[in-house]
């Protein structure tokens, strides 16, 4: 029940930020400023903070997000070895990071002006994230949802032989619900009639949610697509110390004229001076959210070193990208949206009709060893 209703919560997560937050996701157009501008009003903004990447959309009512970190002042790890760090970074998802609070901040690209700044680890979706993949239980959590999600779809697979028909009456029976019968009819039907049409449904996203619940289901997806789980390892930019690094700015016109029709760029800046720039791009024509191509620039001068195109990845690859909105039920947008909300809200109900008639045979039961 707590993993369906905050599905359903989840489902229009977008669409519900964006509709009750329209001022962090939508300005009004205008001329551009440049990156490095941004970047400036961020900083005076949070003194101390690092800008770490960009996402800017090809819409123009769309405002800009500048992914940044600060680090938290600390004495006592001020002077930590390097061993603490390492153990810092390492930390599971199920855990906020300790050592850098890691945010965006929404800006408005035509003006400079910061519209927000923005923790996803503080927000109300969050929660109901965590609630959903590990019941705010870290690993514990997570292991109890994995063998609910096990057991689901047990009874998912048993609740279909049990529903099937013998005869053409019994199948035209269960195919409809009988709104004028009292209510245990009414609850008998609600149960059968809808876990039928919902059952292929909830059967998808179980199967699916198990991809991040075991280690090992997610590793069996490349075993059976016979495929490696290693991403290409991306290029060494040669270190030049007579040429200073290039900036945003420069990065984003060179990919936005060789990197044409997409829906918008996220460009991460390099992490030590042998790392290039990289820029994941969604393009108008992807399949679906998860299809991203990936491009490494040069980072003295602005040359696509390296790409790695959606459509290049191994058979293993393109499956496991289609577990996320397959899950989400954001594979076919608004259609399916729908159709995953119906079918989470459908996978609370079950439970409780389903306790009702195991509690009316029970008592059944009971009533009848009764002595006269």
């Given amino acids: 029940m707590i993993t369906c209703f905050t599905g ?27 990156i490095e501008e941004l970047s400036a009003s961020l900083q005076q ?3 101390g903070a690092t800008v770490t990447g960009i996402k800017i959309y090809t819409d123009k009512t769309r405002s800009a997000e500048l992914y940044y970190s600060v680090k938290k002042k600390d004495d006592k790890k001020k002077d930590a070895p390097p061993t603490v ?53 870290g690993d514990t959590g997570k292991l109890i949802v994995g063998i609910c999600t096990l057991l689901f779809l047990f009874i998912l697979i048993t609740g279909i032989i049990l529903w099937w028909p013998k005869n ?71 270190f030049r110390a007579d ?26 800046s390099p ?32 040359a696509i070193l390296q790409s790695q195109q959606f459509s290049q990845r191994n058979l293993g690859q393109r499956v496991r990208s289609t577990f996320k909105p397959v899950h989400t039920a954001s594979i076919w947008g608004w259609p399916s949206k729908i159709i995953g909300f119906i079918v989470c809200v459908l996978g609370v109900i079950f439970p409780i009709t389903g306790y009702i008639m195991w509690w009316l045979r029970t008592s059944r039961k009971v009533r009848k060893t009764e002595p006269v």
């Fill in 168 to 238: 053409r009456i019994i199948l035209q029976q269960r195919l409809k619900i009988k709104w004028q019968g009292g209510w245990k009819r009414l609850n008998h039907d609600l149960h059968i009639v809808t876990g039928f049409y919902s059952a292929i449904f909830l059967f998808i996203f179980a199967f699916t949610g198990l991809a991040w619940s075991f280690t090992w289901f997610n590793k069996g997806i490349y075993k059976v697509t016979n495929s490696s789980m290693e991403q290409p390892k991306p290029p060494v930019n040669t």
């Fill in 45 to 47: 903004k949070v003194p």
């Fill in 85 to 137: 760090k390492a153990q810092g970074s390492s930390v599971k998802p199920s855990q906020p990071g300790r050592e850098n609070n890691r945010q965006v901040a929404y800006v408005n690209p035509y003006t400079a002006e910061i519209i927000e700044l923005y923790n996803n680890k503080d927000s109300f979706f969050y929660s109901m994230l965590s609630l959903h993949r590990w019941l705010l239980g």
């Fill in 8 to 34: 359903a919560v989840l489902v229009f997560e977008e669409e519900l930020q964006h509709l009750s937050h329209k001022e962090r996701y939508y300005v009004q157009p205008g001329t551009a400023r440049p």
């Fill in 243 to 268: 040429v200073k690094t290039t900036t945003l700015d420069s990065i984003f016109a060179f990919a936005k004229t060789n990197i044409p029709d997409v829906k918008f760029y996220v460009i991460t």
């Fill in 271 to 302: 992490k030590d001076s042998l790392s290039p720039y990289s820029v994941s791009v969604l393009k108008d024509d992807a399949p679906h959210e998860s299809a991203m191509d990936m491009y490494y620039i040069n980072r003295y001068q602005p």
